[in-house]
């Protein structure tokens, strides 16, 4: 894909997103904007779910995947890497908790595994 197709794609999303903003505002409804606030509580979330630590909120059910908490953990340790010095206060304070958090929930899991 060459540079103006880029442009291209990148322009007709926004536009996009620009209707989807109107079409929930006419009718009522809310645009949920991402944050990234959001995104760090969306992937503890997954984790906490893998863990079996909260129910699956479409399957209403509590299942253990250790392999996928882990990998969703290691992949907030990458975001906490790859954003060192970006963040706001408390967007690093949260990841850090969340990590902390994440951790030891994961080692006691998996000692009930053992």
Not at 45 to 62: D, E, H, S, W, Y
Not at 67 to 96: C, H, M, P, W, Y
Request: proline share 2%; hydrophobic share 35%.
């Amino acid at each position: 894909m060459d540079e103006q197709e880029r442009r291209d794609i990148d322009s007709k999303w926004l536009e996009q997103q620009e209707r989807d903003k109107k079409s929930k505002a006419d009718s009522g409804g809310i645009y949920h904007q991402p944050t990234f606030t959001i995104f760090l509580s969306s992937m503890s979330m997954q984790a906490m779910i893998a863990l079996g630590r909260m129910a699956n909120p479409v399957t209403k059910t509590t299942d253990k995947n250790l392999e996928q908490a882990r990998f969703l953990i290691d992949t907030l340790a990458i975001v906490k890497d790859k954003t060192k010095g970006n963040l706001l206060e408390t967007e690093r304070s949260l990841i850090d908790e969340s990590l902390y958090n994440l951790r030891i929930m994961y080692l006691e899991e998996n000692e009930k595994e053992v």
